[in-house]
């Protein structure tokens, strides 16, 4: 079955770095852009970046610039996004979604379940 | 970065009535790149609608899209009581991505 599976929720005090994993299954892992999107509890959603399992390239928005890693494991298809130096303010879900290019204009055809992260102290 | 914003913010209607959803950007859409997606409470989003007005997989023919530039429309002809939820776009250009603030369609 074609799927994105992230890892469990997490909860974590103000500085200490959170990674979240995105599993992908049904498909050839290296064949489509996988990003990140944020909405915090209540909100809209939040694009992070993206990156290029075939390669390993990243582009993240100008927010998360510093601050976001997002590194891939072709050999076990998941991919990785490392927040650091968290703050209450990145309390949020955090979502993986596929990207397959122009066969849907760019858009994210399938998501992954959700991560929860709590930023507390 | 092109900014996107959705109105309404909230639309009460009923079922089998048509929902009428906008979305305006701050710059030109290039290629059409704008997509729509659904998002009901404690789930991922799903696609709706992408290059404006290609329907994704599955999705019923009620739901149409339209535009082109910086106006783009999302209509639901006759909502059906699964269609109450928040509605987002999404557009992509210059190898970003942005998202609209949300269109809530509750039941009146």
């Known amino acids: 079955q074609v799927q994105l599976v992230q890892s469990g929720a997490e909860v974590k005090k103000p500085g200490a770095s959170v990674k979240v994993s995105c599993k992908a299954f049904?498909?050839?892992?290296?064949?489509?852009?996988l990003h990140w999107v944020r909405q915090a509890p209540g909100q809209g959603l939040e694009w992070m970046g993206v990156i290029n399992p075939r390669g390993g390239s990243t582009n993240y928005a100008q927010k998360f610039q510093g601050r976001v890693t997002m590194t891939r494991d072709t050999s076990t298809s998941t991919v990785y996004m490392e927040l650091s130096s968290p703050r209450s303010e990145d309390t949020a879900v955090y979502y993986c979604?596929?990207?397959?290019?122009?066969?849907?204009?760019?858009?994210?055809?399938?998501w992954g379940q959700g991560t929860m992260v709590t930023v507390s102290s | 970065e092109i900014v996107l914003t959705q109105s309404p913010g909230t639309l009460s209607l009923s079922p089998g009535e048509r929902a009428t959803l906008s979305c305006r950007a701050s710059?030109?859409?290039?290629?059409?790149?704008l997509a729509w997606y659904q998002q009901k409470p404690g789930q991922a989003p799903r696609l709706l609608i992408y290059g404006a007005s290609s329907r994704a997989t599955d999705i019923p023919d009620r739901f149409s899209g339209s535009g082109s530039g910086t106006d783009f429309t999302l209509t639901i002809s006759r909502l059906e009581p699964e269609d109450f939820a928040v509605y987002y776009c999404?557009?992509?250009?210059?190898?970003?991505?942005?998202f609209g603030q949300g269109t809530k369609v509750e039941i009146k």
């Open positions: 049904g498909y050839t892992f290296t064949d489509s852009f």
């Open positions: 979604a596929r990207d397959v290019g122009l066969t849907v204009g760019r858009a994210f055809d399938m």
């Open positions: 710059q030109r859409v290039s290629n059409g790149y």
């Open positions: 999404q557009q992509y250009g210059s190898s970003t991505w942005t």
